[in-house]
């Protein structure tokens, strides 16, 4: 960890450095160079942060594809209102997965919302990490790492989907009801991770269609 950080630092910092004694946006080089500085070190500390973040050893991917219902979440932007949301993912090769995301706005019978995205798996993580982007333009996305599987089933019956910034977080079940016990355990282990419990919401799977 400590050499990843001074990778980071030791040539940005160097230009940054150099930006500054030559001009910058303020007046005062210290002063941008200071800026710069602390810059350099919050994103040393994110690269720190997203490395220490730990998946599974291996995903076999046959027994991850398939149909899931997301029973917890982290609220974001693109899951407000969401109701019986579901994940599908299909295999397309080696390296990707088509995913396929609904839910029922505002109710369990409300108007269908849908997106469909592209998974790449990244090499050598045992397909645990995946970039995921969104159509039509691919103008957002996000990192699924999967932090938690059942192994002992022939098709996984949970998942504990997270991103490395810690602002991104599934349950997910292959029935719309995971028992009280696997979702307190897997709560757990995300607040062990990082994650902010408090700000996870149980997504309604109740009187869906």
Do not use: H
Not at 98 to 120: D, K, M, P
Request: aromatic share 8%; glycine share 8%.
């Amino acid at each position: 960890m400590t050499y990843r950080t001074r990778y980071i630092l030791t040539p940005l910092l160097a230009l940054a450095l150099t930006g500054a004694a030559c001009g910058g946006s303020s007046e005062d080089p210290t002063e941008d160079a200071v800026l710069a500085l602390s810059t350099l070190v919050v994103a040393a500390q994110q690269s720190a942060q997203r490395d220490s973040l730990p998946t599974v050893t291996a995903v076999d991917a046959s027994r991850y594809l398939g149909l899931w219902y997301e029973t917890y979440s982290l609220p974001q932007f693109f899951n407000t209102g969401c109701n019986c949301t579901t994940a599908t993912y299909s295999l397309i090769s080696e390296v990707a997965i088509n995913v396929f995301n609904q839910c029922r706005l505002n109710s369990a019978t409300g108007e269908l919302n849908t997106i469909s995205g592209l998974g790449r798996i990244e090499p050598g993580t045992g397909n645990a990490k995946l970039r995921v982007t969104f159509d039509p333009v691919e103008l957002f996305g996000g990192d699924y790492w999967i932090l938690a599987l059942n192994e002992n089933q022939p098709d996984y019956e949970y998942a504990l989907e997270g991103a490395p910034n810690r602002g991104s977080l599934f349950i997910l079940s292959r029935t719309r009801d995971l028992a009280d016990s696997t979702e307190e355990t897997l709560l757990a282990l995300a607040e062990s991770l990082g994650f902010d419990r408090s700000a996870v919401t149980q997504t309604n799977q109740t009187g869906c269609p």
